[in-house]
C-alpha cells in the first residue's frame, strides 16, 4: 500500500485576480491534499504552476519508479540510476 494518498490528484483554482487560491485534492476520495494562495511572495503564475507540479506528483513518482525498472544496468551506465533513485527516495519521505 502506498504511504500517500492515492492519485490521481486534481488542482482547482479560484479568487479574484491578485489574490487567488489553489486546491489540491485527490480525485480517489476528494480528500484535500493542500492549499496555495498568493502573496506577496508568490504570484499568481508561480503558484498555478506550483500546484500543477504537486498535483503531478503520484504520476511523476509513478514514472520515476517504471524508468528505473525498465532501465536496469543501462540506468547505472549513464547515472540515471542515482537520480531516480534519489528522487523516489526525497518523494517517499526516506
Same mark, same amino acid.
Given at each position: 500500500?502506498? %504511504?500517500?494518498?492515492?492519485?490521481?490528484?486534481?488542482?482547482?483554482? #479560484?479568487?479574484?485576480?491578485?489574490? $487567488?487560491?489553489?486546491?489540491?485534492?485527490?480525485?480517489?476520495? $476528494?480528500? +484535500?491534499?493542500? *492549499?496555495?494562495?498568493?502573496?506577496?511572495?508568490?504570484?499568481?503564475? *508561480?503558484?498555478?504552476?506550483? +500546484?500543477?507540479? =504537486?498535483?503531478?506528483?503520484?504520476? /511523476? /513518482?509513478?514514472?520515476? %519508479?517504471?524508468? /528505473?525498472? *525498465?532501465? $536496469?544496468?543501462?540506468? %547505472? *551506465? =549513464? #547515472? /540515471?540510476?542515482?537520480?531516480?533513485?534519489?528522487?523516489?527516495? %526525497? +518523494?517517499? #519521505?526516506?
Amino acid at each position: 500500500m502506498s %504511504k500517500h494518498t492515492p492519485g490521481p490528484w486534481v488542482v482547482g483554482f #479560484g479568487g479574484t485576480e491578485g489574490d $487567488g487560491y489553489a486546491t489540491i485534492t485527490s480525485g480517489f476520495r $476528494g480528500r +484535500a491534499i493542500a *492549499e496555495m494562495t498568493t502573496s506577496d511572495e508568490i504570484q499568481e503564475h *508561480e503558484m498555478n504552476n506550483n +500546484a500543477s507540479l =504537486i498535483a503531478a506528483a503520484p504520476e /511523476l /513518482l509513478e514514472a520515476c %519508479k517504471w524508468a /528505473l525498472k *525498465e532501465c $536496469g544496468a543501462e540506468a %547505472k *551506465e =549513464i #547515472g /540515471l540510476f542515482d537520480v531516480l533513485g534519489a528522487a523516489i527516495a %526525497k +518523494a517517499e #519521505g526516506e
